[in-house]
């Protein structure tokens, strides 16, 4: 990925590398026939990333986490993008939106999900509020010092039923000198808390294994404590949280489309037809080039990425740049993968087919492509006063 490489960088792709051979690719093909990942298994990579120091290693030391920078992450969910979803989840990364966890919060939240003991979801998505964020209906009024959470969302996902969701709602109206707009408000759900219903939503055909979670909320009595961050500032913890979210999903389409690539070469280099390998037909062969083009430059994307949030100076189009180019990147990879394998791309017993269908998500979540370019627009017309 960055041809600076260090002694540190190389020891943690490989350590990686090792655990994503070892313990998932094994699995890969058995958790999507069965369309969820066996609790022995998940709990195996649990264990074994806690073991290899994997386990919240996004989140500070001071916290328990293992205080991996930016660049570090960045290589890591490059190796953890080479498989599927519904098991490197299990090797959990928390998000980074505990952070914002008081003391009495820390205890717990944050410190139980670091140490692996507590698994949240990050619920915003609403049925009629997906790419429109603001449309969202969920919403908590205020009672006395409570708070009263009335709502739904849908498309909430993880690998396994958790234990808290960080819902999102609606809790007053702002004037702006745009007009009036929705005040946001982070609050930390426990399941099992009355009113509170979260059960396994819809299945994917992306990533088969990793669930969504349908979250209904009927008059449900949550505290002051139970706000994470400040009230009304829900919006802003979660455009820091999914700013690098883009970036991880950039890495991770990177690291597919090296896997569907190395794939695909194989199998041009083999294939024959007219007495020669299908790749020595130009338009094969160039179908290889261009993927390795387009990854290349999806790498120094998310490269560039990464040093300006290292500096500090990662912008929103900056992020919206890597997710929309690398997911349409992997997209196009995919769907060149399986023309150069032709009818036996979309056979059940080759993984080509599996790959095209998981690739298809990355266009979708964490922010359309569209929205993106929404996003790239803006910082380009704004500054024009458009
Ligand atoms: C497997 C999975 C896991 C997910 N996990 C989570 C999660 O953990 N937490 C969470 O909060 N959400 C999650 N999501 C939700 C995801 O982020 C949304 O699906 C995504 O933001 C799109 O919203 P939508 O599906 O409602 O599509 P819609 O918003 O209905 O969009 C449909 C189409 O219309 C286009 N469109 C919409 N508005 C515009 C516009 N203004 N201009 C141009 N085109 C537009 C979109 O680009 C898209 O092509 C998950 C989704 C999936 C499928």
């Excluded at 919006?235 to 890495?251: F, N, Q, T, Y």
Aim: aromatic residues 8%.
């Amino acid at each position: 990925m960055n041809i600076e490489t260090s002694v540190e960088s190389d020891l943690l792709i490989n350590t990686v590398r090792r655990f994503v051979e070892t313990e998932m690719f094994p699995h890969e093909e058995e958790v999507d026939r069965l369309g969820h990942v066996p609790e022995e298994i998940g709990r195996r990579i649990e264990a074994k990333s806690k073991e290899l120091g994997l386990y919240a290693c996004n989140l500070p030391e001071e916290v328990g986490g293992g205080g991996l920078g930016i660049a570090q992450m960045a290589l890591i969910e490059r190796e953890y993008g080479k498989t599927s979803h519904a098991l490197q989840s299990w090797a959990a990364r928390p998000t980074e939106l505990l952070m914002a966890c008081d003391a009495e919060q820390r205890e717990r939240y944050l410190l139980p999900a670091v140490r692996g003991e507590k698994r949240e979801l990050f619920a915003l998505t609403e049925p009629d509020a997906g790419s429109d964020v603001m449309g969202m209906k969920t919403n908590a009024r205020q009672d006395g010092e409570d708070w009263i959470l009335n709502g739904s969302k849908h498309f909430i996902s993880g690998p396994c039923m958790p234990d808290f969701a960080i819902v999102f709602a609606a809790t007053g109206v702002d004037e702006t000198p745009r007009g009036p707009r929705k005040r946001v408000t982070a609050f930390l759900v426990d399941v099992g808390m009355a009113g509170f219903d979260c059960r396994e939503g819809t299945r994917c055909v992306s990533y088969r294994g990793y669930k969504t979670f349908e979250l209904h909320f009927d008059n449900v009595r949550l505290g002051p404590e139970q706000i994470l961050g400040e009230e009304g500032r829900g919006l802003e913890l979660s455009g820091k949280w999914l700013g690098m979210g883009r970036i991880w999903v950039g890495a991770t389409c990177c690291g597919k489309a090296e896997r569907i690539l190395n794939m695909a070469t194989d199998w041009a280099a083999t294939r024959k037809q007219f007495g020669k390998p299908i790749g020595t037909f130009q338009a094969t062969g160039f179908r290889l080039a261009d993927g390795a083009i387009n990854l290349r430059a999806a790498d120094l994307l998310v490269n560039d990425a990464v040093a300006r949030a290292e500096k500090g100076v990662m912008s929103d189009a900056d992020a919206a740049m890597v997710k929309v180019f690398c997911a349409e990147m992997l997209g196009k990879i995919a769907d060149d993968a399986v023309q150069i394998f032709g009818g036996m791309g979309l056979m059940e017993e080759m993984p080509i087919q599996r790959f095209w269908r998981d690739s298809r998500l990355e266009r979708i979540w964490d922010g359309t492509s569209e929205i993106q370019r929404h996003i790239i627009t803006r910082s380009i017309l704004r500054p024009l006063g458009v």
